[in-house]
């Protein structure tokens, strides 16, 4: 379990920096989702992974997974969406203005 | 519980989320709104401060739930100065963007009180996580104004910014949870406590977490290898919104001096000392890089923003000395820094308005009609910022020096920060002979330039009093400075006041 959640963050990781390399908005924008995925899961796995266990915690249970990070992760992915949000509409501006979508404006 | 310390991010939220509602109500009225909260920003301000002054700390637990698991709001006498500082900075911005820029795009009303809600929120957090938030809110407002009365250059600039900042908040979240997962808590007062007790197997991991989170909080602040975004974007946008981006950088200063002394100071056991080796070495490039800066400027605001970097390197040396005389000069230093570079982008954008088609280029042509009364607040402003005699600089990088006598690195510091305050001297200099000085033919020409109401210029005449006033009371200004650097340097008053006798032998949850 350990092993497939911290190869899921590195793969996610890897390919949303590929991404943002790009000289194009969209990859770039597709990248920083990636990014933001990679970090959601992290977050998650933060307060350590848990299995076979209830979902918060119960009487008499001794081991649960830690509520604070789910409470972060939720927080950070509303976040994440609405600077993604914000970021189509800044590069959908961008594109009108300079007539293409390099990151450096204009077509090149 | 006194509700004092929650009035500074309560008051922006309730008013922009008004403002935001009311879009269709008249431009005057919100205004006078928008304008009527900023206001009062400044007595909370001041009553907070004269609530601290004594070295109390304000300790709010939102929603009753105590630390360290509920989340708490902070007010020391670090948080309320930023305040303060904050306050009066976007009182200056509000009344210069009165004069026509809050309508050039939709919502300026609305922006700027949730920008002012991120900048206070974060100087009052006492929390990790919600340092990020706050960092967030304040971000998104500030892509926001900066995209306001858009323009191809302001669209461009913008676009780097945003993605720039966006893979700085994916670093922060890696860096918190790097840092919960080894000490299990975001509250700063407990990571103080926690910290000096992790054991060399741990040590490392939260080393490379709490480095991780130096690198976003120089992004913020725009040290050297990070800040290149900033004088670009600072120069495409409005000048109103320009001079309270000036406190932006300062959070991520705020955010440097607040973690690392308290969380990784000097009896933070395996983590003692974290920051120390980078911050002084990356600080003093910043300086050098941010006076080559001004020097190769071709336009006043441009020039204005470099500046804000060379100033935020200045801060930086400071704060990197990491000890109390640093922590002082810093204080001092980030008071007058604020003030100046706010100053000089609002004279920046009067300077643009009266020279109509050379806008603030540093070309030579005819002379404004205002050029004796722009070109006295100009230098006053510069000599502030070159940091010459009588003004705040002198005192503060004084200071700075000072301070700097007992660190390893006197020598390249005092070198460094001399030779560079020279190079800002001829910059600012050539600048202001450039645009008040020299000129083309004897009569301003034909072309009718608006003259300036002297009501216009009420902003820079606040900023720039407020620089005078802290050299006419300059001892009180220094002795505040003191107190404050004692309480960072100490940072066991910050973890009694927040914790308490909360138990600290909680259970661990795993």
Not at chain 2, 211 to 216: D, S
Not at chain 2, 318 to 340: K, Q
Not at chain 2, 406 to 423: E, I, K, M, N
Not at chain 2, 488 to 505: H, Q
């Amino acid at each position: 379990m350990e092993a497939l959640v911290a190869i899921a963050i590195g793969v996610l990781t890897a390919s949303g920096l590929y991404l943002m390399l790009r000289a194009r908005t969209f990859p770039v924008l597709l990248g920083l989702t990636l990014l933001s995925y990679a970090v959601n899961l992290f977050l998650f796995a933060s307060g350590r992974l848990v299995m076979a266990s209830a979902p918060l915690t119960d009487q008499g249970l001794d081991r649960y997974p830690d509520p604070v990070p789910q409470a972060l992760v939720l927080t950070a992915i509303v976040i994440g969406f609405g600077m993604t949000a914000l970021l189509v509409v800044v590069a959908l501006r961008a594109i009108r203005e300079t007539g293409g979508d390099h990151v450096d404006g204009g077509r090149r | 519980m006194s509700h004092l310390a929650i009035l500074p991010v309560l008051l922006p939220l309730v008013t922009g989320s008004l403002l935001l509602l009311s879009s269709r109500c008249a431009a005057g009225l919100r205004r006078a709104v928008g304008f009527a909260a900023t206001l009062a920003l400044l007595p909370i301000a001041l009553l907070l401060m004269s609530e601290v002054a004594d070295g109390t700390h304000v300790v709010y637990a939102l929603g009753g739930w105590q630390p360290p698991f509920g989340i708490v709001l902070v007010a020391d006498r670090l948080a309320a100065l930023m305040l303060l500082l904050t306050a009066v900075v976007a009182i200056a911005s509000h009344l210069h963007a009165g004069d026509g820029q809050d309508t050039a795009g939709p919502q300026f009303q609305a922006l700027f009180q949730f920008q002012l809600l991120g900048i206070n929120g974060a100087f009052l957090t006492g929390d990790l996580f919600n340092l990020f938030v706050f960092f967030e809110v304040l971000l998104i407002a500030f892509y926001a104004l900066l995209l306001h009365g858009l323009g191809p250059q302001r669209v461009g600039a913008a676009l780097h910014v945003v993605v720039l900042n966006l893979i700085g908040s994916a670093l922060f979240l890696f860096a918190v949870g790097t840092l919960y997962g080894v000490t299990g808590t975001l509250n700063l007062a407990d990571l103080a406590r926690v910290i000096p007790r992790l054991d060399a197997d741990t040590a490392p991991i939260a080393r490379s977490g709490a480095l991780l989170l130096l690198g976003v909080f120089a992004l913020k602040a725009a040290l050297l290898p990070l800040g290149f975004w900033l004088p670009r974007s600072y120069a495409a946008a409005l000048g109103a919104t320009a001079a309270l981006f000036t406190v932006l950088t300062k959070v991520g200063v705020y955010a440097i001096l607040r973690v690392f002394p308290l969380a990784f100071g000097s009896d933070a056991g395996e983590l003692a000392g974290l920051a120390s080796p980078w911050v002084l070495p990356v600080a003093l490039a910043t300086l050098a890089f941010g006076a080559l800066g001004v020097l190769g400027s071709r336009a006043l605001r441009e020039a204005a923003g470099w500046l804000v970097v060379y100033s935020v390197g200045t801060l930086l040396v400071a704060v990197g000395l990491f000890s109390e005389a640093g922590y002082a000069a810093a204080v001092y230093y980030t008071a007058h820094s604020t003030l100046v570079s706010a100053a000089l982008f609002l004279i920046a954008d009067v300077v643009a308005r009266q020279r109509s088609a050379a806008g603030d280029r540093l070309d030579v042509v005819d002379s404004m009609p205002q050029a004796g009364l722009l070109g006295s607040l100009y230098l006053v402003a510069a000599v502030a910022m070159a940091g010459l005699p009588p003004l705040t600089g002198f005192a503060g990088k004084i200071m700075i020096l000072d301070a700097a006598r007992a660190s390893g690195l006197a020598v390249a510091t005092w070198s460094v920060l001399l030779v560079a305050a020279l190079v800002v001297i001829v910059a600012l200099a050539r600048a202001g002979s450039a645009l008040f000085w020299r000129i083309e033919g004897e009569t301003p020409t034909a072309v009718a330039r608006p003259r300036v109401p002297l009501r216009a210029l009420a902003p820079i005449g606040l900023l720039l009093a407020s620089v005078v006033a802290m050299v006419a009371w300059g001892g009180s200004a220094t002795a505040y400075a003191w107190s404050t650097a004692s309480q960072i340097a100490r940072p066991s008053g910050y973890v009694e006041a927040v914790l308490g006798d909360a138990a600290d032998d909680r259970r661990s949850l795993r």
